[in-house]
């Protein structure tokens, strides 16, 4: 079966800190990629996404994310983290299976920036 | 608009009841998709349109759900005799065919 796995349901770091936010996946073929972030009482909002090319992407407020095919993972990563970054965010896949084009999200990982 | 526009925002329903939810996708997304958002939980695919196609109805979880899509815009959830466990917020989400999904704010639903 086609999933989405994010290992961590919480990530704790420190302002100022790098932060990973991990996601693997398990689908056929070459995906799309893609980061969500969600904040309270909002719907999700793109941050990046992964459709060929550079393994390393850059996306919205500083954001950036790693594909590794090997792995077949896309972390998402910012080298300093902000208290605002404190969110729940999402690794979602797109299947370029023939006749679908949903996508299959993780079950989000909270984000918590310390002071 | 310029963004994915739901109505209502929330809703109070009394177990029983059935419930029509809208969403309105960015003028052009050919593709519209519903998904359920529970309560400390991630996002549960329901359904897909992409144009004139036969839409995904794989993940509707009881034949008391439906949805339509009608001129190939405005999207209705419908859930009949709504139960305690269908409160969620309801999220839809439209894209051109091979980019990202842009998200509505979500319809919170509240079966009481």
């Known amino acids: 079966a086609q999933s989405v796995a994010q290992p961590e349901d919480q990530v704790n770091v420190a302002e100022g800190n790098p932060l990973t936010v991990k996601c693997t996946y398990s689908?056929?073929?070459?995906?799309?990629l893609f980061w969500y972030v969600q904040y309270p009482n909002r719907g999700l909002q793109f941050l990046l996404k992964?459709?060929?090319?550079?393994?390393l992407v850059k996306g919205s407020y500083g954001f950036e994310a790693e594909f590794n095919k090997s792995q077949t993972s896309f972390h998402l990563k910012k080298p300093s983290a902000l208290v605002s970054d404190s969110a729940l965010y999402f690794c979602?896949?797109?299947?370029?299976?023939?006749?679908?084009?949903?996508?299959?999200f993780g079950t989000g990982t909270r984000l918590k920036v310390l002071a | 608009g310029a963004g994915v526009s739901q109505s209502p925002s929330n809703k109070v329903t009394e177990k029983g009841k059935d419930v029509e939810l809208r969403c309105d996708p960015i003028?052009?997304?050919?593709?519209l998709y519903w998904y359920r958002q529970s309560l400390g939980q991630g996002l549960e695919f329901l359904i897909y349109?992409?144009?004139?196609?036969?839409?995904?109805k794989s993940g509707l979880p009881s034949d008391r759900f439906s949805a339509e899509r009608t001129g190939g815009s405005v999207s209705t959830l419908t859930i009949q005799r709504t139960q305690q466990e269908d409160s969620a917020v309801y999220l839809c989400?439209?894209?051109?065919?091979?980019?990202?999904?842009?998200f509505g704010q979500g319809t919170r639903l509240t079966v009481v």
């Open positions: 989400a439209s894209s051109p065919t091979s980019s990202e999904a842009f």
């Open positions: 689908v056929s073929g070459n995906p799309y």
């Open positions: 992964y459709i060929t090319g550079d393994n």
């Open positions: 979602a896949v797109r299947p370029l299976t023939s006749g679908t084009y949903k996508y299959i």
């Open positions: 003028s052009g997304h050919t593709a």
């Open positions: 349109f992409q144009g004139n196609s036969a839409p995904d």
